[in-house]
């Protein structure tokens, strides 16, 4: 059974920086191209960055340059994101995403930056 469970969010100071992981269960992970997703209150849910399977390349959503660094690592079956300069506008669930028909998503993990 495919399962992607998230963790590592929290309540972040401005400024602050979080690591993300997001552990896959139930299928060999280094076979698949994985993302990162975001979805803030009221907004829709938004690409952040994709990794390959190798995480040899990875790609960034153009608001995502800069500040966010996604890894894997396949021996673990993680992937991860890396949060740095943490903003009041960064808050949101973050989900990860298997990039395969049929596709899979994990549960979430819920970032909320605030002083």
């Known amino acids: 059974q495919v399962q992607l469970v998230e963790s590592g969010g929290g309540l972040v100071q401005p400024g602050g920086s979080l690591r993300l992981s997001c552990r896959a269960f139930?299928?060999?992970?280094?076979?698949?191209?994985m993302s990162w997703y975001r979805q803030a209150p009221g907004k829709e849910r938004e690409l952040i960055a994709t990794i390959s399977r190798t995480g040899d390349n990875v790609d960034y959503a153009d608001s995502a340059q800069g500040r966010f660094t996604i890894s894997r690592d396949n021996a673990k079956s993680t992937m991860y994101l890396e949060i740095h300069s943490l903003k009041p506008e960064d808050t949101a669930a973050y989900y990860c995403y298997r990039r395969s028909i049929p596709d899979y998503w994990g549960q979430g993990t819920q970032v909320t930056v605030s002083s």
């Open positions: 139930g299928f060999t992970f280094g076979d698949y191209f």
